[in-house]
């Protein structure tokens, strides 16, 4: 039961990580793309 919700929680980080990635990334383009 512990082993799921650790794969559960490990998942979910990383894809918040990811997301995060994403918006840095596509806030930069936004950002070079006005200056």
Do not use: G
């Not at 650790?6 to 998942?11: E, G, Q």
């Not at 894809?15 to 383009?29: A, D, G, Q, V």
């Amino acid at each position: 039961m512990q082993y799921i919700v650790l794969v559960r929680s490990f998942s979910l980080a990383s894809f918040s990580i990811e997301s995060i990635n994403h918006l840095t990334r596509t806030y930069l383009f936004v950002y070079m793309d006005l200056t």
